[in-house]
Antibody, heavy 114, light 105 residues
Framework: QVQLLESGGGVVQPGRSLRLSCKAS????????IHWVRQAPGKGLEWVAV????????YYGDSVRGRFTISRDNSENTVYLQMNTLTAEDTAVYYC???????WGQGTLVTVSS | EIVLTQSPVTLSLSPGERATLSCRAS??????VAWFQQKPGQAPRLLVY???TRATGIPARFSGSGSGADFTLTISSLEPEDFAVYYC????????FGQGTKLEI
């Protein structure tokens, strides 16, 4: 089955770190760029980051640049999002999406709260 | 930074009617626009990319048009399952979403 599965969400205190994972199955991850997109409760979609198919290029949204790092391990069919110095404004459901956004995971909820 | 403005914010229609959703960019974005549908509790679904190309498996009642700075998503005859929130998106080195249009009955 072709799918993306996010994991690693949870409740974290402000200022702390969290790493999300996005595992691919049913297709060759190394052929695709992968994005992270987030959605705060009751709000719209916000693009977070993208990594090229081979990991040679990364781009970030303004609100996370310098705090978040996207990476990938194609041998493990997994893309990661390392999130540092988290604030309440980072509270959201985080989705990973493939290439032209034609395949999305189900999302993982990150809650930043003391 | 390119800003996408969607209108209307909310669109109230009935099944069988035609829906026209607008997305305006703050500057020309060529044809680098996609449209997504999102239902409550679900991930977004790609409907249209490159302004007018329907994604795989998307019904023909969905069509996208436009270029430059003005884009439109048209649903020719609304089905009950089409009532959802719709987002446009610009694809460049960054990927910007509009704020969404809620299509309601």
């Amino acid at each position: 089955q072709v799918q993306l599965l996010e994991s690693g969400g949870g409740v974290v205190q402000p200022g702390r770190s969290l790493r999300l994972s996005c595992k691919a199955s049913g297709f060759t991850l190394s052929s695709y760029s992968i994005h992270w997109v987030r959605q705060a409760p009751g709000k719209g979609l916000e693009w977070v980051a993208v990594i090229s198919y081979d990991g040679s290029n990364e781009y970030y949204g303004d609100s996370v640049r310098g705090r978040f790092t996207i990476s990938r391990d194609n041998s493990e069919n997994t893309v990661y999002l390392q999130m540092n110095t988290l604030t309440a404004e980072d509270t959201a459901v985080y989705y990973c999406a493939r290439g032209i956004f034609d395949l999305w995971g189900q999302g993982t909820l990150v809650t930043v709260s003391s | 930074e390119i800003v996408l403005t969607q209108s209307p914010v909310t669109l109230s229609l009935s099944p069988g009617e035609r829906a026209t959703l607008s997305c305006r960019a703050s500057q020309s974005v060529s044809s680098q626009v996609a449209w997504f549908q999102q239902k409550p509790g679900q991930a977004p679904r790609l409907l249209v990319y490159d302004a007018s190309t329907r994604a795989t498996g998307i019904p023909a009642r969905f069509s996208g048009s436009g270029s430059g700075a003005d884009f439109t998503l048209t649903i020719s005859s609304l089905e009950p399952e089409d009532f959802a929130v719709y987002y446009c998106q610009h694809r460049g080195s960054r990927f910007t979403f509009g704020q969404g249009t809620k299509l309601e009955i």
